[in-house]
Nanobody
Framework: QVQLVESGGGLVQPGGSLTLSCVAS????????MGWYRQAPGKERELVAR???????NYADSVKVRFTISRDNAKNTVNLQMNTLKPEDTAVYYC???????????????WGQGTQVTVSS
């Protein structure tokens, strides 16, 4: 069994910062993608950022200058440093990771439960 556990969400004023963390645990042979989606009320789920096993990254245009994604392979952890937060960043943020377990050659995507980020004065 594989689980993703998220932390770091909360309430912050515009211009502030938050760091989200996500730790994958369980029976894991290999991890490819790790990253974050978000979903705001009334909007479709949006890919915020992802990072591959070789540490190459992709960002949504709306966060490219302000957010930084990183990973620690030894700890099976992905982080999202969010700076200069705006009210439009308010959403539930979901961690995801594409993982292969030891007993298969196939990868599948696992999801965290989501953590609320609210940017408001």
């Amino acid at each position: 069994q594989v689980q993703l556990v998220e932390s770091g969400g909360g309430l912050v004023q515009p211009g502030g910062s938050l760091t989200l963390s996500c730790v994958a645990s369980g029976s894991i042979a290999s991890i490819d993608w790790m990253g974050w989606y978000r979903q705001a009320p009334g909007k479709e789920r949006e890919l915020v950022a992802r990072i591959l096993a070789d540490s190459s990254t992709n960002y949504a245009d709306s966060v490219k200058v302000r957010f930084t994604i990183s990973r620690d392979n030894a700890k099976n952890t992905v982080n999202l440093q969010m700076n200069t937060l705006k009210p439009e960043d308010t959403a539930v943020y979901y961690c995801f990771s594409t993982i292969r377990r030891p007993d298969t050659l196939l990868y599948r995507t696992y999801w965290g439960q989501g953590t609320q980020v609210t940017v408001s004065s």
